[in-house]
């Protein structure tokens, strides 16, 4: 009689299931795409406030770098592939240095978050001749104030953001957010919050008479305005109809009307920069030290405001005779 089977036993040989056996397929390393470490990091400095046109750059020029050169994942960018991109780019040296310098800041990014092993990219640059550039003199903002109808509203806002910021260095994005609360009229001072400030730091800045009673006139204008229109906010630039001046870093009113008077009248430093510029040159040339300048423009570290005041060797020279 034949032995009856255990239903618990098992009969097909499964020895070979769990052996392990050479693999002719390499396994896929685990790959982070461009596009999702570029939302990663926009999403970062979001969080950390950085200014929505630094966010747009990053953008914009880390796509370029991946449809130009064709790649997908963080593992395919190499310092052969961004000297290729380079090298595509039928543009001024400045350009590509402006264009490498956010690709850079990227990977950066993406080093920190420990998605790449090495800094590869820290030896790669493009060599830019630089030239000095000018600030705007006290000539040319007094001619363009004598020039300016102060009767008519828009000029007189222009007339105040542009000596506004000559005499005080302020941004054109801070002179966008600056409200009357951040006027002290009887102490004559900008109190600059860090909600406004680039570098989110307080500043208190002086302002002169003049300023004093432009700033006050317009004020006053501006509350007429907003009545007349039913707007309410606090601005102290605003449009004629009583709205903001800027709804985009690209588009500004007041940076537009001071392009065209600057065309104009014939006034080649008539531009924020070169406003702010005029400020900083003013105060080295008054005796201010390079750090009292530096705190003034809201610089984060000297190198910056040394780089920003830009001497020609003439004028260091000259400078240099003086200590001899």
Partial sequence: MSKKKNVLTITEDLSDLFIERPSHRKPEPNRLTIEKALTTITRQMEISGNRPRTISDYSVYVHHFTETMGVTYLNEITA???????????????????????????????????????QFWKPITIRVDSNVKEGATEREIRTLLSLLDLGDFVQLRDATAALLMFKTGIRINTIVH???????????????????????????????????????????????????????????????????????????????????????????NINPHALRRGFAKSLLNKGANIAEISKALGHSNLAVTTQYLHLDKEEVAENLRKYL
């Fill in 80 to 118: 052969d592939a961004i000297y290729e991109w380079l090298a595509a780019m039928d543009v001024s040296n400045q350009t590509k240095l402006t264009r490498l310098k956010c690709l850079k800041a990227f990977l950066s990014r993406c080093f920190s978050n420990g998605w790449i092993d090495t």
């Fill in 178 to 268: 600056l409200e009357n609360r951040h006027i002290d009229f009887n102490e004559k001072l900008l109190r600059l919050d860090g909600a406004i400030m680039k570098n989110h730091d307080q500043l208190l800045l002086p302002f002169d008479d003049t300023l004093h009673r432009l700033i006050r006139v317009l004020v006053r204008q501006n509350d007429a305005i907003r009545q007349e229109y039913g707007v309410v906010n606090n601005y102290v630039f605003i449009t004629k109809q009583g709205g903001v001046i800027s709804n985009s870093p690209t588009h500004n009113n007041i940076q537009k009307r001071l392009n065209k008077y600057s065309k104009e009248f014939g006034l080649r």
